[in-house]
């Protein structure tokens, strides 16, 4: 009988953070915060630690939000919803007001990628930045489209055409000096140079 192998990847903490008036308020169930929860838990091999936030659209709320999350720990923010162009979809804002450093090119690909399924992706404002030795990304609001962006485009045998952006997170929080992060490549298959892949245990 084989004995089980402890998880060989070190443990990540990650702020999930969905902004949305109407659920912060109770008026509709949230689904941003499922849909970030399960698309990472199935993604990363890692150990996680989720600290969730349910916030209205309101700039100084999210900022106070991303502060904290990054000053907690987190190695990756990902927010959810308020990055079109409505008078109170201020989630961009917020964010590049805690930048220490912009990443344009996860925004430039979101939308590259979402242009596939719809038109309209070219309203959206998503943008990712450093603060600290933090990863914080804008993704859109809807579930389906949290995973499309993520994940990128597949053909019909599964094969990638375009690349998810989360294929570039890992390597993004090498370099910022946070945690190891590890994919399962039937989810998301990470790109790191050859000089930075890492070899665990194998587990059972």
């Not at 199935?42 to 709320?61: C, G, M, S, T, V």
């Not at 998503?126 to 990863?135: D, H, P």
Request: net charge neutral.
């Amino acid at each position: 009988m084989n004995t089980p192998v402890a998880n060989p990847y070190p443990p990540v903490k990650i702020g999930i953070v969905s902004v949305s008036d109407r659920a912060s308020t109770g008026i509709y169930v949230d689904k941003g915060l499922p849909a970030l929860q399960d698309w990472l838990g199935r993604a990363l091999k890692n150990p996680l630690q989720f600290e969730p936030r349910l916030i209205p659209d309101e700039q100084a709320a999210i900022q106070a939000a991303l502060i904290e999350l990054v000053d907690a720990g987190c190695a990756l923010v990902l927010t959810t919803g308020g990055t079109g162009p409505a008078l109170r979809d201020v989630t961009p804002e917020a964010t590049l007001a805690v930048a220490h450093k912009e990443m344009p090119g996860f925004g430039e690909q979101m939308r590259q990628i979402s242009l596939n399924f719809v038109p309209t992706a070219i309203l959206s404002r998503q943008v990712a930045v450093i603060r600290q030795q933090t990863l914080i990304i804008n993704l859109p609001g809807q579930p389906k489209s949290i995973a499309e962006t993520l994940e990128g485009l597949r053909d019909a045998d599964g094969k990638s055409v375009v690349p998810g952006i989360f294929a570039a997170v890992p390597y993004c929080i090498d370099l910022i000096g946070g945690p190891y992060l590890e994919t399962d490549e039937a989810v998301c298959k990470a790109f790191r140079p050859k000089t930075a892949i890492r070899t665990f245990p194998a587990t059972n």
